[in-house]
């Protein structure tokens, strides 16, 4: 493989290139790169991740004889298996020649070990493709060179960008069904990245690929393209960085209490950010109680450290009130704590997000009861978010949430297993969505307690009038709207103070 070149042609000033300096730290780097592959169907995902599998040596003999017992008839033009096979391993996907599930594999070079996910591209399976954008450091998406940015494609990006990747590579696949016209290559590599900048992610890689052929993935295709000049997918994979759990304090989401014995009483879960050592001080939300940690315990020993990552079990040097779901942070920089969040959220399921419905709100291993109010949903063709009251399935919005209890979250961007969450329907006990905190509200609806505030009930139709008015556009965020029934209406009103 040839050396990466930094600048070219192809890449204008939007795209952020990965420092060349950079390399000497990547080459003994232990941390694998997490990345998905996501993009419209039939953009070539699976075909792209088998290749670089193939090329990269991660599959063994026994798979290959496999995969050309699978391909039969199905070989390429090059003689070469249908490389898809490696990933889509449900029979339906086989059947159909799609991806259904998410697939996770595992390889390596010399200077660095990968965990990819191959995520289906069908709207339906929005919901897959959510959970790889999860975990992942990296996204690379695929567009097809003949069609260009697709609904779907916009959809995926937006998905990945709420999910909190930053770093993207936009392969241009089947670039040799264009006769490797750069024209097409640089007209798509400028939607994308205004597309990008758009969401807020400048750091773009773009690369002209053909995942059947080899040609940009592990190995370079400059017999084909001879004017780019940059780096292969491998090599922009291997200068990627990985998130860090450390941007905000000590996070211990707690899942159990170990009670071995009348003299031990330890609080197990998994560090969700941050560091702890013996003698720190520590903080228990939601009650607010305050201890020093004496001793961390693992499976096999005692440790005098523990950071992002380890599973542990904390003892602490005073006894308080601690039960599965509370959290244990760090005092001087602790998550938000609340009634009232905005999040922004993915719908899953056919019945969508209702507004005002009562959900149970799962985050790590606190589950509470939560009301959620759509207030926007992101028009994917023009990119604005437009006012919503319902969210449809594979809708992205914004909502307001509003607790019964006092909850804990960092905002996502800061932590992604604290800011995280999903919605389940008490009635079907289905995910309805996937959802990420943004900020907590200063007070529910944007009430503020200082205000005065006037109570009315108004039939359904005259109510849709009022909200449909300019005036009442402008204050919407001082406004909460409830649908209830009339026997309900009176009977609240009846129960206010006069």
């Not at 089947?174 to 750069?182: A, S, W």
């Not at 860090?244 to 170990?258: E, K, M, N, Y």
């Not at 607010?288 to 904390?314: E, P, Q, S």
């Not at 307690?449 to 009038?465: F, G, M, N, W, Y």
């Amino acid at each position: 493989m040839t050396a990466p070149a930094i600048a070219t042609a192809a890449l204008d000033e939007t795209a952020v290139a990965l420092p060349l300096q950079e390399t000497a730290r990547v080459v003994c780097d232990t941390r694998p790169l997490r990345l998905l592959t996501c993009g419209s169907v039939d953009d070539g995902k699976s075909t792209l991740i088998g290749r670089l599998l193939w090329d990269t040596k991660a599959v063994k003999e026994d798979q290959a004889a496999s995969l050309q017992g699978d391909s039969k008839g199905k070989q390429n033009d090059l003689g070469l298996p249908d490389f898809a096979l490696l990933l889509d391993g449900l029979q339906a996907e086989r059947e159909q020649g799609i991806t259904i599930d998410v697939a996770y594999r595992y390889f390596s070079t010399d200077k660095r070990s990968f965990i990819v996910a191959d995520t289906p591209g069908h709207e339906q399976y929005t919901r897959n493709m959510a959970t790889g954008a999860s975990t992942a450091d990296l996204a690379v998406l695929l567009v097809d060179a003949r069609v260009g940015l697709l609904e779907q494609t916009r959809r995926h990006a937006t998905i990945a960008t709420l999910m909190g990747i930053r770093q993207f590579v936009l392969a241009v696949n089947k670039i040799d069904l264009t006769n490797y016209d750069r024209s097409r290559f640089d007209q798509i590599s400028h939607e994308f990245k205004e597309l990008a900048l758009s969401l807020g992610v400048r750091q773009v890689t773009a690369i002209p690929v053909s995942a059947l052929k080899g040609e940009n993935v592990v190995y370079n295709g400059r017999a084909s393209m001879p004017w780019y000049e940059g780096p292969t997918l491998i090599e922009v994979l291997e200068l990627a960085t990985t998130r860090s759990a450390q941007t905000v304090g000590f996070r211990l989401p707690v899942q159990r209490v170990s009670r071995p014995g009348e003299s031990f009483r330890g609080y197990q879960g998994t560090v969700a950010g941050g560091s702890v050592k013996p003698g720190d001080s520590v903080v228990i939300l939601p009650s607010g109680m305050v201890a020093n940690v004496t001793k961390i315990v693992t499976f096999d020993l005692v440790r005098n450290a523990a950071v992002a990552g380890d599973a542990i079990t904390l003892v602490l040097d005073r006894q308080v009130d601690v039960s599965r779901g509370d959290m244990i942070a760090t005092i001087d920089s602790q998550p938000m704590t609340g009634l009232a969040f905005d999040a922004q959220l993915v719908a899953l399921q056919p019945e969508g997000i209702q507004p005002g419905k009562r959900y149970w709100l799962k985050s790590g291993s606190r589950r509470q009861r939560v009301q959620v109010q759509p207030i926007n949903q992101l028009d994917l063709k023009s990119g604005k978010w437009n006012h919503a009251d319902e969210l449809p399935m594979n809708a992205i919005g914004k909502v307001h949430l509003a607790f019964d209890e006092q909850a804990i979250f960092d905002a996502y961007e800061q932590n992604r297993t604290t800011g995280a969450f999903i919605l389940i329907d008490p009635d079907t006990n289905n995910t309805v969505a996937g959802g990420m905190i943004t900020a907590k509200r200063a007070a529910l609806g944007g009430i503020h307690t200082e205000d005065s505030r006037v109570i009315l009930s108004l039939p359904a139709d005259l109510a849709d009038q009022l909200m449909a008015t300019e005036a009442f556009a402008n204050r919407r965020e001082d406004a909460e709207v409830r649908r209830v029934t009339a026997a309900r209406a009176i009977e609240i009103i009846d129960t206010i103070d006069e």
